[in-house]
C-alpha cells in the first residue's frame, strides 16, 4: 500500500497533492486547473515565479520601504483627484477614537469582547440616519459599490423582479462590481443622459421602465459630480412603474443638499469614507444603506443592525442586533446574501466625525466645498482653450474639457505632476466620446490660493497666458 504524503508547505495550506485529490473528489471537480475556469487565460501567470532568496528582518524593512517611498503623497503636493475617493480633512480626533483598544483590532473591527462597540455603533447608526433622514441604517459593508448592491438585490427580491435601470454616467468600476454583484439573475440595464447638462434623460427612463424594473437606482451627486435637481420627477416614474427608487448619495454633501428622503427614495445607500475617514491609498471605505422602519425593507437587510432596548434594571439600556435570525450569520448557506466581515471600525470613526460637525458643522463644511468649486471653475474656464463639459450644477467634481488646448490629459497632468500637483482624472477610457476631458476635485481642504496656484500652472503647462 502507497504511503500518503503527509508534508506540507509551512505557509501556504492544503499543498498535500492527497489532501487535495481528496478535497476535488467531495466537491466534484477533475482537477485544480477545473476551479479557475471561470478566470481568463488573459489574467493568468503561466510562467514559474521568480522568487528571490528569503531576506532577513531587516533587508526585508529596507525593500518595503524603498517602494513605499516610491509613492507620492497627496500632503506634498496639491491633490485635485478624487473619483470615488476624495481628500477631506480628518479631525484628530476620528483618527484618536478608531485607534482604541476598544474597537481597533486585526480582524476588521470584530473583537472577541465588547467594550462598548455595539452603542458606539448604534449611536453611528442613528447619526447617519439623521443625516440622511432615514429611520433604518445597517453596519457598515466594504464599500458604495457593495452597498448600491445590496439595495438593489434587497429591491429585486421585495417585488421579484428582474431588471435595474442605472444612469449611463454611473462610476464604471462601481457598475462593474454592481453587474457583478447581481448576475446573473438580475440585470442592468443603463439609461442615457442630456449631453448639455450631464443629467438623467427623462425621456429614456421612460422608455426603459417596464413591468420587470425592480429598482431605478441615481447617483446624486452623481460620478461625474452634478447635483440631479429632477429626483423628484424620478421618483415619481420609478413609483408609478412599481419599482424601488434607490439613491447613492455622496454624505458630506447633505449639509446643503436635500437628502435623498426628501424626493422619494426608498433606499439610500452610499460611502463613509468622506466623514472623517482617510484615504490610504484609495481605502477606507465602507458602505451604507438605510430605508424606512417597515417590516418589509428591514427583513431584506442581509447586514447587521443594532438596536436599543430596556434591561431587567430600571433605566438602564442594552445594545444588540436587531432580527438577527435573517442574516446569513444565523441562517448560513440559507441566507438571502451572505455577508460575512463588516467595515464596522468606519462606522464608528464617520459616527465620531458626524457628532463633532453636527448640523452646523456638515452646512458649513457643505457651503465651503461648493463655493471653493465654483471658483475652481471660474477660474480654470477663464484659460483659453479650457472649459466646463456640462452646464448642470455640480458639488465637488466637475468634467474640465480640454479638446481645444491641442494636449492629451495625460500629457497635461504629466506636465502638472512636475509642478508639484496631481491634476484631474483622465476620463478619455472611461468616455472617449468625449475626447480629452478630466474629472477635477475641490473639496474644503482647498484654498483660495491652491486654485489660483493651479490656474496658473495649467496656464504654463498649456503654453498659453490666458484670456
Known sequence: MATRQSSSHPYIPNTVSDVQKD??????????????????????????LQIGPALNEY???????????????????LNFLGAGCWQHYVPAVCDEISQRSEFVTAYAG??????????????????LAELVDMDVVNVPTFDWA??????????????????????????????????????PQ???????????TGLLD????????????????????????????????????????GAVFAVGVDPISLGVLKPPSHYGADLVCGDLQPLGI?????????????????????????????????????????????????????????????????????????????????????LEVGQTIVQQAEYAKKRLSEIEGVSMKFSASTFKEFVVDFNSTGKSVAEINKLLLEENIFGGKDLSAEFPEWGQCALYCVTEIHTKQDIDTLAEALKKVLGRAGR
Not at 213 to 231: C, F, M
Open 23 to 48: 478535497m476535488l473528489q467531495v466537491i466534484g471537480a477533475a482537477s485544480i486547473e477545473e476551479l479557475y475556469r471561470m478566470v481568463p487565460e488573459s489574467l493568468r501567470y503561466r510562467d514559474t
Open 278 to 362: 482617510r484615504m490610504n491609498y484609495g481605502g477606507g471605505h465602507a458602505g451604507f444603506i438605510a430605508s424606512r422602519d417597515e417590516e418589509a425593507y428591514v427583513m431584506e437587510y442581509p447586514s447587521r443592525l443594532f438596536g436599543i432596548a430596556p434591561t431587567s434594571v430600571e433605566g438602564e439600556y442594552g445594545f444588540g442586533d436587531v432580527a438577527y435570525e435573517r442574516t446569513s450569520f444565523a441562517k448560513r448557506e440559507k441566507g438571502k446574501e451572505s455577508v460575512g466581515t463588516q467595515t464596522a471600525l468606519w462606522g464608528i470613526t464617520a459616527g465620531v466625525y458626524l457628532a463633532l460637525m453636527g448640523p452646523q458643522g456638515m
Open 110 to 127: 470584530e473583537p472577541y469582547e465588547d467594550h462598548g462597540r455595539f452603542q458606539a455603533l448604534f449611536e453611528y447608526q442613528s447619526l
Open 202 to 241: 427623462l425621456g429614456d427612463l421612460q422608455s426603459k421602465l417596464s413591468p420587470d424594473t425592480a429598482a431605478v437606482y441615481i447617483e446624486n451627486p452623481s460620478y461625474l459630480g452634478h447635483i440631479e435637481v429632477q429626483g423628484e420627477a424620478i421618483g415619481k416614474l420609478t413609483k408609478e412603474a
Open 186 to 196: 438580475i440585470r442592468c440595464t443603463l439609461v442615457g443622459c442630456d449631453p448639455a
Open 59 to 77: 533587508e526585508l524593512q529596507r525593500h518595503i520601504e524603498t517602494l513605499l517611498n516610491r509613492n507620492l503623497h497627496a500632503r506634498e503636493r
Open 146 to 183: 457593495q452597498a448600491a448592491s445590496t439595495a438593489l438585490r434587497m429591491a429585486a427580491r421585495m417585488n421579484g423582479r428582474r431588471e435595474v435601470l442605472l444612469p449611463a454616467t454611473t462610476h464604471p468600476d462601481r457598475l462593474l462590481i454592481i453587474r457583478n454583484y447581481l448576475s
